[in-house]
């Protein structure tokens, strides 16, 4: 059982580190995928009687494979982020509202049935939007009703110092700021339609913001699971970290955002594609030189992660 907590801790470390270079240049589902599962074996591992728990780590493990090779099956290649991904982040963010809350157990059972349904619903909602225009309405609204049931549980707290809800609030703002991307996607593909252009900006930054969420679970989760593991109630990493991932993430992704409106308008306008782009160049390099304040933050996260290792 110990031996599965270290490997668990270990592979949750791993993936934050290599978070790091990748962030760079946009994270892969994979890396969050391990990430994602590696908290999940953790909380397996923590259960007592793990001997007669093989099928639990079977399914685990067939669980990861099969979301891993979804996008091949189904020739979709966003599926994962839009659909697995946050599926998977919703169900830890439950699995760790003990550590966290002290809404009562039937409350959480309850609540989990409702988000998991809307979340599904709103990926739905998501990837269509470019046949359904009324899918950018009803998607924001699911994931709004999702915000409220887990701010009940966040607002109810059990006096937990971690930083665990901070980093999990996140990842709902940017679920609610991906619902509020897809009006805008519609937009941006109503401007192109007379020239029968697809849309190709908007997507890829909604997924990167879905695939930026799991990672600040995944961080919400880390402070935790060390916490645990040196059996103290305070924080694991500092708020320097936190701010900074913040300001990166919502800052550049919204300046990125903007760049894109007006490179969409002004091919709606008659100029070029190329030289669209090139008149918008200039925003896009200050939304990534805002977006390096990621990886900075990363890289402090890792140094105080470290520090604070348990000692097995």
């Known amino acids: 059982m110990m031996l599965l907590r270290r490997i668990a801790y270990l592979l949750i470390a791993a993936s934050i580190g290599v978070a790091i ?34 099928g639990a780590l079977l399914f685990l493990v067939a669980g990861w494979a099969g979301v891993h090779l979804l996008p091949y099956f189904m020739n979709a290649p966003h599926i994962v982020s839009f659909a697995a991904l946050p599926l998977l982040s919703l169900l830890l963010m439950y699995e760790f509202m003990p550590r966290f809350s002290v809404v009562p157990e039937v409350w959480m059972k309850t ?13 739905w909602m998501i990837s269509m939007v470019i046949t ?43 679920w609610i700021g991906v619902g509020v991307f897809s ?6 593909a109503l401007l192109l339609a007379a020239e029968e252009r697809s849309a190709p900006f908007f997507y890829p930054l909604m997924a990167n913001w879905m695939r930026l969420a799991a990672l600040a679970v995944i961080l919400g989760v880390g402070n935790q699971v060390v916490a645990d593991l040196r059996g ?6 500092g708020w320097s970290a936190y701010w900074l991932v913040t300001f990166g993430v919502i800052v550049g992704g919204l ?18 594609a190329g030289q669209a782009a090139v008149m918008v160049s200039p925003v896009i390099t200050l939304a990534n030189g805002w977006r390096l304040a990621i990886p900075l933050g990363l890289i402090i996260y890792l140094v105080q992660f470290f520090i604070r290792r348990p000692k097995f």
């Open 232 to 237: 103290e109630n305070r924080r694991i990493t």
């Open 183 to 188: 009006g805008v996607f519609i937009i941006d």
């Open 21 to 54: 270079p990748f962030s760079f240049t946009g994270l892969p589902d994979w890396l969050l995928l391990i990430g994602l599962f590696s908290a999940r074996l953790y909380l397996l591992a923590s259960q007592p009687n793990l001997q007669g728990r093989s």
């Open 111 to 123: 609540s989990l049935r409702v988000t998991v349904g809307l979340l599904v619903f709103a990926a």
């Open 132 to 174: 359904a225009p009324f899918a950018a309405v009803i998607a924001p609204v699911c994931l709004l009703i999702i915000a409220a049931h887990l701010y009940h549980a966040f607002s109810n707290g059990n006096g937990s110092r971690t930083l665990i809800v901070p980093w999990l609030a996140l990842a709902v703002i940017m």
């Open 255 to 272: 300046v990125q955002l903007g760049a894109g409106l007006v490179q969409a308008y002004l091919i709606y306008a008659g100029i070029e």
